[in-house]
C-alpha cells in the first residue's frame, strides 16, 4: 500500500510539472456555473493524467485485472478537488445552469441523486451526478461530480470507450466503482 501512496505522488508531482497537458472540453458555460456553483471560497486543486502516464500506470498496477484493454482507449483522466472551510451552499441556479450546459452539448445525464431541493443545496451526504458523451455507441467523454458539504469532485474522462470498459475502468484511477448489476437508466431532460 505504501508503494501504491508514493508512486501515486511521484506521478502526482510529475503531472504538476509538465508544461502542456491534454485537458478535455467542457461544454461551453460549464466552468462559469461551475465556478460559481458554491457560495463559499474553496482551496483548489487540480491534476491530470494524461494518456503515457494512463498506461504506464495501469501496466504497473494491472496484477492480471485486465485493465490493459480499457485504458487503451483513453486520452485523459482530469480530477479536480475543492475543499471548503465551511459546509457549503450549492448555488441552485448554477447547479441547474452547469446541468443544462451539459445538457444542450449532446451529454447524457445517467446518474441523479433526486435529492429534495434543502437536501440538494446543503447536502449532508455526497450527491453524485454522472455525465456521458457518446461518440455513435462509444463513449468519448465522461465527467462525475461528487458534492459533499465540505468538499467537490470533478472527475473528466477523455478517450474513446465501449460502454463496457466503464465497468472495467470502475474502481480505479478515482473512477467510482460502479455496481455490475445496476440498471442505469438516463435522467430526464433538464435534470
Not at 478535455?24 to 483548489?44: F, R
Not at 482507449?73 to 451539459?102: C, D, K, W
Not at 478517450?159 to 437508466?185: E, N
Amino acid at each position: 500500500m505504501r508503494t501504491r501512496v508514493s508512486l501515486g505522488l511521484m506521478v502526482a508531482s510529475v503531472v504538476f510539472s509538465l508544461s502542456a497537458v491534454a485537458q478535455i472540453p467542457q461544454p461551453p458555460g460549464a466552468m462559469e456555473a461551475l465556478e460559481g456553483i458554491t457560495s463559499e471560497h474553496a482551496s483548489h486543486t487540480a491534476f491530470t493524467f494524461d494518456r503515457d502516464m494512463i498506461q504506464s500506470a495501469a501496466q504497473a498496477f494491472d496484477n492480471g485485472r485486465g485493465l490493459t484493454q480499457p485504458i487503451a482507449g483513453l486520452n485523459s483522466i482530469t480530477f479536480q478537488t475543492y475543499r471548503f472551510h465551511e459546509p457549503a451552499f450549492y448555488i441552485p441556479e448554477n447547479v441547474h445552469a452547469l446541468m443544462h450546459a451539459y445538457n444542450m452539448a449532446g451529454w447524457t445525464h445517467l446518474v441523479d441523486q433526486n435529492a429534495p431541493a434543502k437536501d440538494s443545496a446543503s447536502p449532508s451526504k455526497p450527491l453524485t451526478d454522472l455525465w456521458l458523451h457518446f461518440s455513435g455507441v462509444n463513449v468519448d467523454g465522461v465527467t462525475v461530480l461528487i458534492r459533499a458539504p465540505k468538499q467537490m469532485t470533478v472527475v473528466e474522462v477523455s478517450g474513446i470507450l465501449k460502454p463496457l470498459d466503464l465497468l472495467h475502468l470502475s474502481g480505479h484511477f478515482g473512477i467510482p466503482k460502479i455496481d455490475s448489476g445496476a440498471l442505469m437508466v438516463p435522467a430526464p431532460p433538464e435534470r
